[in-house]
């Protein structure tokens, strides 16, 4: 019993200490460059409070009815993103799409509070150089983006939040992937939405398909269920790594009503 108990004590520590691994990975630089892509698309570097530079690219709508401030998920890179990006232009919003702290050609290594760092350099580009106010601007989030738009929401003024296939918290996520390890009660990355979600105080759509089979649909339930106003719920369709409510006619068409209500346009 001894040696079990020691074994077990030591895939704590080794699962505490792989947490950053668990939780983020990272993708190379872009492939392509913006002028590659046959539409307007121009590279940006943000520069973050603690001092790193992101790579980040702007796509900007003819006449812009506002900005998406998009955060991506947990792999990956913006180049990822840019189907996405651009369903969400054809709605008549600019976007701008950053990587993380050490994703794509960013400097530096991912954590909880750098990304939300991350995050405000993005919302401090958009203000300065693109020149857009906060009532125009939407945070949006899928996955773990959601958490870092989440808690931009918090930070600083926008519109509106747009949540898509987003968890509760990671220790919720950690207790259902890895049922035998308490991480619960290790201090870590938290990414805590749910305890977050009724500080809110702007419009809030949250979307999730119920055939996600990583994020559980009624973690995106309950943070509907504990936002303040109400959030608007939008069901999607398909597994977490599909392309998403943007490709789904019927959730394509609820995101834009819901993105111009946001603006007021």
Known sequence: MGALAAAYLVGLVAVFALQPRLVYFPGPPPSRQPED??????????????????????????????????SHGNAGNIEGRVRAARALLA???????????GYGASTGSPDEAGTYLD??????????EAGFEPQRMIAYGRS?????????????PVAGLLLEST?????????LLFPWVPLRWFPGIQYDNLAKMNEVTV???IAHSPDDELIPADMGAALAQEARPPAE????????????VLFQPAGRERVERFLRAAVGA
Do not use: K
Request: aromatic share 12%; charged share 15%; net charge negative.
């Open 91 to 101: 709605m008549g919003f600019s976007v701008l799409l950053y990587d993380y702290r």
């Open 37 to 70: 892509l046959g539409y307007p698309c121009r590279a940006v570097s943000l520069a973050t409070s603690d001092g790193e530079t992101l790579g980040a690219w702007f796509l900007p709508a003819p006449e812009p009815l506002g900005v998406v401030i998009f």
């Open 203 to 205: 419009p809030v759509a």
């Open 167 to 175: 968890f509760t918290s990671i220790p919720d996520m950690a207790e």
């Open 144 to 156: 773990l983006g959601g958490a870092v738009a989440l808690e931009l929401a918090l930070r600083q």
């Open 233 to 244: 719920w939008i069901e999607g369709a398909g597994g977490h790594n599909s392309p998403g």
């Open 119 to 128: 995050a405000e350099a993005a919302y401090g580009w958009v203000t300065s």
